[in-house]
């Protein structure tokens, strides 16, 4: 019981963490945004508009100023990761505004007050469908264990299909495959399908420490431990958002 409590638990936590915008790194303890690679150090005060701020409101104005708030960042992964419909994502824009359902009617095309009321009763009838889901799938996955758990990649790796669905089983059989024994990541060869390249960049990516920037020298000496060619990798972990690069390419982070 105990067990699925805690289960429960983190799954609460990690819905409250989408609704603010960021998390909290269980590894380093910083605030982490959920859609870019800032973050903030609890342990420092941040400046924030002439004055000083603690970790938590730098990361709220943050995500604020930069994302246009939690509500909008997350509208803005568009329908395939939100699985809302256009007419859907306008009627929540016009509630978190705060409009009437006479004036989201009107913004709507000119439908009735009615079948305002009716997607807003749809839209709560999914929510408290998906907590059930959600709860269900934290069960699922505790009492699974860790092999059939599936591998967690970055929110926004441009690869949400099939090739992502892969299970710590399965990745640590790819890894023994086509990694050196050894705590540090090193390839005895390259593979071919993509499924496979994803594992290993993860792993690769544990290179890197995060809430660390790096330059592009650095980036290449870790990475030149790794593979003869050490620049199609850094090419891959940046195009699948392992790693994040300033547009100058003055600066490297693990995401």
């Known amino acids: 019981m105990k067990a699925n409590e805690d289960t429960l638990r ?7 963490d989408l609704a603010r915008g960021w998390r909290r790194d269980r590894e380093s303890g910083l605030l982490r945004c959920l859609h870019c690679s800032a973050s903030f150090d609890v342990e420092l005060f941040h400046a924030l508009g002439g004055l000083f701020a603690t970790a938590e409101r730098a990361a709220r104005e ?6 246009g708030g939690a509500f909008e960042a997350l509208l803005a992964l568009g329908r395939e990761r939100t699985g809302l419909t256009e007419i859907q994502e306008g009627l929540l824009r016009s509630f978190h505004a705060g409009r009437p359902d006479r004036e989201a009617a009107r913004e709507g095309g000119g439908r009735s007050e009615s079948t305002i009321r009716n997607h807003r009763f749809q839209l709560r009838r999914r929510e408290a469908e998906a907590k059930i889901l959600v709860a269900l799938m934290s ?4 009492e699974e264990g860790d092999s059939r758990r599936l591998v967690d990649y970055p929110a926004d790796l441009p690869t949400p299909d099939d090739r992502i669905n892969v299970t710590e089983a399965e990745a ?3 890894e023994a495959r086509y990694l050196r024994p050894g705590s540090r990541p090193e390839l005895a060869s390259w593979p071919k399908k993509q499924k ?6 993860r792993r690769i990516a544990e290179r890197f420490e995060r809430g660390r920037g790096y330059t592009e020298p650095e980036v290449n000496v870790l990475l ?3 593979w003869d ?4 990798i850094r090419r891959y972990l940046i195009e699948y958002r392992f790693l994040e690069r300033e547009p100058d390419g003055s600066e490297y982070r693990r995401r």
Do not use: F, Y
């Open 10 to 16: 983190r799954s609460i936590e990690e819905i409250e």
């Open 62 to 67: 943050h995500v604020g100023a930069q994302h």
């Open 172 to 174: 640590a059989s790819i």
């Open 224 to 226: 030149q431990a790794v």
């Open 196 to 201: 496979e390249k994803l594992v290993l960049l």
């Open 229 to 232: 060619d050490h620049v199609t």
């Open 139 to 142: 069960l699922l996955s505790r």
